[in-house]
């Protein structure tokens, strides 16, 4: 990474600092610890990938740690994804999440437990009910709540071939009536909401109503989830404004039941939430700081990708907004440090790690798009969206993925005096029409979802292959472009064209080569995409070009009629140095008006 992070004068970073990698404290003091870009021969160069464990701990010395309250032992290598998980968060317990794994899905998708995984599972809920387990291995009240969640919803609603096993019957006939007199009211209703599925005929469950207004309007809606059913918009919109932000304290939640907020969730995903349930998690927030600030560009494409990352493969879309910057088209990036359940690369890391500031508001995000010399920005949902992401912690303990793994791809943190377009990333079969239904709902002049691989954005240049599992391919692409000049957001009816295609990448003119891995390192994922901006040839770079064109070509944009000279307008891009430029001044400017 030194030799690609070098540049010539004309392309100066000195002023460039490095945050402090390693804090793990999500919202860090603003006292940091910063390294510095090294100067060689008239050139700028970051520290080392091998050196950087060493620098860091140079920098962080006994003042610095008491300063962040660290321990030596708390030292995170911050070139592999896993280490941003904030230690501020408690772990959940391995035992019942491998169960919810199994049990918190779809009426397809569920696999019951056998008996002898009930069993466990139950009598590891019971000890740390009773107080017989510490630390790591009590089990939360998220995920008493996603569990039982899951069971109840399973037993109401689900087929027959997902419903409860003969020994999952077998092991709750034995354990229930014990797990009754240990276990709080809350998770008592969850388990059994009507007093008729344990058998037992408990009034619990029935007479359950909840601490306060936002906790009864919660079991309220609980009562209609764990029966299998649906709410209406405003009926969801109210329950999220009513229980969110999430206030924890201590590890434990302040506000509403951590173990009743874990059931709405997932019991909403396992029952497939309708068009209207999604649209009300997509905008319930919209204006939870005020009004979207307004970018008076021309262009700007919101990208959604997935916000837990990308575990095996390369994750291009930062590179690929660089690349876009440069004739014209503006992108703005969202995401998260580190998001469960699979807290793999993200476009935060990456910067963080390249030293950009990760904090920025939304209208210093403004700024960056509006710069001629960027026009790109990534902003974090710490900051645009505090509400949403104090859910992090209780979305680990949940393990499966709640409606909000799909709508917040679809948040318009900023507006655009020109056209908007989003795309976005998905990867189960089913979630590309409501996504592209979101999109049509935020009134833009294009929208489109990608199967890319890991179901991220990066379209892939290797074979397909002979061996594909059921379901979409990946390169699947499905889309819309408003018809006319005018925005799709000033025209009630609006007529559309869509589109739907596979995109062979051969079929363009590129060879065939296998995908990049990164295997959960930021320092890879970063190192391949500089190795392309700088005109290196290969798999990076020709996955970059693919996705700046493809994209630019399917949403529309100027000049990309011809998706030939769109792909040639990407490597010229690349090749003129313009958009490794425009990656360095990001850098460097994202820390002005701090």
């Known amino acids: ?35 510095h870009f090294s100067t060689k021969s008239g050139g700028h160069r970051l520290i080392g990938r091998k050196s950087r464990s060493t620098a860091v701990r140079a920098v962080l010395d006994s003042a610095t740690f008491d300063q962040f309250g660290l321990k030596e032992s708390d030292f995170r290598n911050p070139a592999i994804s896993t280490t941003y998980r904030s ?37 590891t809920i019971l000890r740390s009910v009773r107080g017989e387990l510490k630390d790591e291995e009590q089990v939360s009240k998220a995920q008493l709540g996603a569990f039982f969640a899951g069971m109840t919803i399973r037993a109401n609603a689900f087929p ?14 034995i354990f229930w009536p014990l797990l009754a007199r240990v276990l709080p009211p809350d998770v008592i209703f969850i388990a059994d909401p009507e007093g008729s599925i344990m058998g037992s005929g408990s009034s619990v469950g029935p007479q359950f109503v909840g601490n306060g207004t936002s906790e009864m309007r919660l079991v309220g809606a609980l009562r209609e989830i764990l029966a299998g059913g649906h709410l209406g918009y405003e009926e969801v919109q109210g329950v999220l404004r009513d229980v969110l932000p999430l206030k924890v304290e201590d590890g434990k939640s302040t506000g509403v039941s951590e173990s009743l907020l874990s059931a709405f969730l997932i019991g ?65 990036l969202h995401g998260v440090e580190w998001m469960p359940p699979k807290g793999g690369v993200t476009e935060e890391q990456m910067l963080k790690f390249m030293g ?5 508001s939304l209208h210093q995000a403004k700024e960056l798009i509006e710069d001629e010399e960027i026009g790109f920005a990534y902003i974090s949902q710490r900051e645009a969206r ?15 993925r709640p409606p909000l793994a799909t709508t917040e791809k679809v948040q318009q943190f900023i507006r655009a005096k020109g056209k908007e377009s989003f795309v976005a990333g998905f990867y189960h079969e089913g979630y590309e029409e409501p996504l592209l239904m979101l ?12 199967k890319g691989e890991e179901g991220a954005l990066s379209m892939t240049t290797r074979l397909r292959s002979a061996n594909t599992s059921k379901g979409l391919p990946v390169n699947y692409c499905s889309g819309f472009r408003s018809v006319g000049k005018e925005s799709a957001c000033e025209v009630d009816g609006v007529s559309r064209e869509s589109f739907r295609l596979e995109v062979n990448a051969m079929d363009y003119g590129f060879e065939p080569t296998d995908t990049p891995r990164t295997d959960r390192s930021v320092s890879k994922n970063i190192e391949l995409g500089l190795a392309a901006l700088h005109g290196e040839k290969g ?39 313009k958009a490794l430029k425009r990656l360095l001044n990001y850098i460097k400017v994202s820390h002005k008006g701090k």
């Open 268 to 332: 909403q995903r396992m029952n497939r939430e309708t068009d209207r349930e999604l649209k009300a998690y997509c905008l319930a927030f919209d204006d939870e700081l005020g009004p979207a600030p307004v970018a008076d560009v021309r262009s700007l494409t919101h990208y959604g990708e997935p916000y837990d990352g990308n575990t095996r493969y390369f994750r291009s879309t930062l590179f690929v907004a660089a690349v876009r910057s440069c004739y014209g088209e503006s992108s703005l």
């Open 539 to 577: 798999p990076a770079y020709d996955r970059i070009v693919l996705n700046a064109g493809i994209v630019d070509h399917l949403l529309g944009c100027d000049g990309a009629e011809d998706v030939s000279l769109a792909l040639d307008r990407a490597r010229e891009a690349i090749d003129s140095g």
């Open 356 to 360: 950009a500031n990760t904090n920025l």
């Open 1 to 35: 990474m030194r030799a690609l992070l070098s540049q010539q004068a004309s392309l100066s970073v000195s002023s460039i600092h490095i945050n402090n990698c390693c804090n793990p404290n999500p919202n860090p003091s603003p006292t940091r610890t910063s390294l």
């Open 439 to 450: 999109m049509k709902r935020r009134g833009v002049h294009s929208g489109l979802v990608v």
């Open 87 to 123: 230690s501020t968060l408690p772990k959940p317990n391995q035992t019942v999440l491998d169960a919810q794994a199994r049990v918190c899905t779809g009426p397809t998708q569920t696999r019951p437990l056998s008996e002898e995984q009930a069993f466990k599972v139950l009598d």
């Open 160 to 173: 027959e071939a997902t419903q409860w096993s003969e020994g999952e019957r077998r092991a709750m006939n």
């Open 386 to 400: 505090p509400s949403l992401y104090s859910l992090i912690g209780v979305r680990e303990h949940i393990k499966k």
